[in-house]
């Protein structure tokens, strides 16, 4: 079973910051992918950041320059720094993690999504 936990969501003004992190945790052999989606009512979810094994990182173009995704491989983590918040980034926020593992005796690899955190950014 592997389970990812998500946290640091809020309320802030426009202009400040907030940290997400999200960590995976349970029976994994190796994290291939960790990122960032969020969504508002009525749209499609999207993809805010992703960092993959490697290190290499990708970024929503709205984002980038304000926002910072990094990990901690040690503690199966990954993080999203936002920082100059503005109020088109409210949305719920959900982490997802590609990564291999044993499910049901099938060795193979999975993505799995955690439980959404709300941002909202006031004006």
């Known amino acids: 079973q592997v389970q990812l936990q998500a946290s640091g969501g809020g309320l802030v003004q426009a202009g400040g910051s907030l940290r997400l992190s999200c960590r995976a945790s349970g029976s994994i052999f190796r994290i291939n992918e960790m990122g960032w989606h969020r969504q508002v009512p009525g749209k499609q979810r999207e993809l805010v950041a992703n960092i993959r094994s490697g290190g290499r990182t990708n970024y929503l173009d709205s984002v980038k320059g304000r926002f910072t995704i990094s990990r901690d491989n040690a503690e199966n983590t990954v993080y999203l720094q936002m920082n100059s918040l503005k109020a088109e980034d409210t949305a719920v926020y959900y982490c997802?993690?590609?990564?291999?593992?044993?499910?049901?005796?099938?060795?193979?690899?999975?993505?799995?999504w955690g439980q959404g955190t709300q941002v909202t950014v006031s004006s």
């Open positions: 997802n993690v590609v990564l291999d593992t044993d499910r049901a005796g099938i060795i193979g690899e999975y993505e799995y």
